[in-house]
T-cell receptor
Framework: SQQGEEDPQALSIQEGENATMNCSYK?????LQWYRQNSGRGLVHLIL?????REKHSGRLRVTLDTSKKSSSLLITASRAADTASYFC??????????FGKGTKLTVNP | DTGVSQNPRHKITKRGQNVTFRCDPI?????LYWYRQTLGQGPEFLTY????????KSRLLSDRFSAERPKGSFSTLEIQRTEQGDSAMYLC??????????????FGPGTRLLVL
């Protein structure tokens, strides 16, 4: 069963705009990770945020984590056509396994 | 290329046949994971190894599925008597856990299985 739930399920924006994706989860976690997946390919790790962190940046990516609301957001600034992909959040709790949501499909139109 | 590699990349088989997939993790990584992903869904955990020990198995891993990592390096995932419901992308990931902490899992390109 999947713990995370991304919102929205699909997002279409113009190049240069910002894209925000949200993730909600149900149980307590040790960390939350965001991954990108281009159509039919493997997952690329974007960023890991630990439960004691509130915000993290990596290049054009900004991730926030609110453990009281059991939610996270991924912001991609100044989007590019190459950012078109599915984005997944995945949580890790007491087990080593990652529990993924269903993903947000992002389309960036040139 | 020093990333996680998986072979084959694609496999088409007939129902009832056995299939085996191979995963080569990043060379110094001690943990190796298998996930399965069906169309429109996120990956679902199957099992993981720390070195050669299989430490956790999902209930998704029925008795038709078996995974091994005999020397703590590469791993194989075998599916016996395949069913059409086994059609999916099988993803392998690896990580380096030095002090028992949870670290980033790096994924391979996956093996896409189609059972006819």
């Amino acid at each position: 069963s999947q713990q995370g739930e991304e919102d929205p399920q699909a997002l279409s924006i113009q190049e240069g705009e910002n894209a925000t994706m949200n993730c909600s989860y149900k149980t307590s976690i040790n960390n939350l990770q965001w991954y990108r997946q281009n159509s039919g390919r493997g997952l690329v790790h974007l960023i890991l945020i630990r439960s004691n962190e509130r915000e993290k940046h990596s290049g054009r990516l900004r991730v926030t984590l609110d453990t009281s609301k059991k939610s996270s957001s991924l912001l991609i600034t100044a989007s590019r056509a190459a950012d078109t992909a599915s984005y997944f959040c995945a949580t890790q709790g007491g087990s080593e396994k990652l529990v993924f949501g269903k993903g947000t499909k992002l389309t960036v139109n040139p | 290329d020093t990333g996680v590699s998986q072979n084959p990349r694609h496999k088409i088989t007939k129902r009832g046949q056995n299939v085996t997939f191979r995963c080569d993790p990043i060379s110094e990584h001690n943990r190796l994971y298998w996930y399965r992903q069906t169309l429109g869904q996120g990956p679902e955990f199957l099992t993981y190894f720390q070195n050669e020990a299989q430490l956790e198995k999902s209930r998704l891993l029925s008795d038709r599925f078996s995974a091994e990592r005999p020397k703590g390096s590469f791993s194989t995932l075998e599916i016996q008597r395949t069913e059409q419901g086994d059609s999916a992308m099988y993803l392998c990931a690896s990580s380096l856990a030095l002090t028992g902490g949870q670290e980033t899992q790096y994924f391979g390109p996956g093996t896409r299985l189609l059972v006819l």
